[in-house]
């Protein structure tokens, strides 16, 4: 039996057993997350964002409630050093950041685990002289608290409104998101 003949039995074999995954085969496009209640704390778009204190790798404290009001907006980037972040961030370095320094750039180091060791990673990653603030969430605090993961991108505005909680891909939607505020 030919290869694709075997690959198309094992789809309708299997196609039924995947339930109510018909948008998964099929995607509508459509945004099925719950509407956002406006006024709450949360890590989704339109929510307030959770305030937090950190250390950042220079062993100075950053509060997020004392620093995004002095800026139009706050940009976090979840980074772990690797290839793909070191992509991510050497774009923005060279190619976003500059566009908007009326907005703070961090990198956030959740994988170091000490302040020291997050220091250590952003020089040997090319980033001490960067406009980057690398912050150490050495508990992986601020990672929990906007479900983030590697490449995680999420932009808050100077009154603390999550614009923007998702994958950073190839900066399109960064700088649609940065350029949209007032």
């Known amino acids: 039996m030919p290869l694709n003949r075997i690959f198309l039995l094992l789809l309708v074999i299997l196609a039924p057993a995947c339930g109510n995954m018909r948008d998964d085969l099929f995607p509508s496009g ?11 704390i949360g ?13 950042d790798s220079l062993g100075n404290t950053v509060t997020l409630s004392e620093t995004a009001p002095q800026f139009r907006a706050v940009v976090l980037y979840f980074t772990m050093w690797c290839p793909i972040c070191d992509s ?8 976003i950041i500059p566009l908007y320094p009326d907005v703070r750039f961090f990198a956030v180091d ?26 150490a969430d050495t508990q ?43």
Do not use: C, W
Not at 43 to 53: I, K, N, R
Not at 88 to 95: E, G, L
């Open 30 to 40: 459509a945004d099925r997350r719950p509407a956002v209640q406006e006024g709450t």
């Open 43 to 55: 890590p989704e778009v339109g929510q307030q964002a959770p305030d937090f204190t950190i250390s």
């Open 88 to 95: 991510h961030m050497s774009h923005m370095r060279d190619s």
């Open 110 to 135: 959740y994988v170091s685990g000490s302040v020291a060791a997050a220091r250590d990673a952003q020089i040997s990653n090319g980033y001490g002289g960067s406009p980057f603030t690398v912050l």
């Open 140 to 182: 992986q605090t601020v990672l929990g608290t906007f479900h983030a993961t590697m490449g995680t991108t999420v932009v808050i505005d100077r009154t603390g409104i999550l614009r923007m909680n998702e994958d950073f891909k190839d900066g399109t939607r960064l700088t649609q998101v940065l350029d949209a505020l007032p």
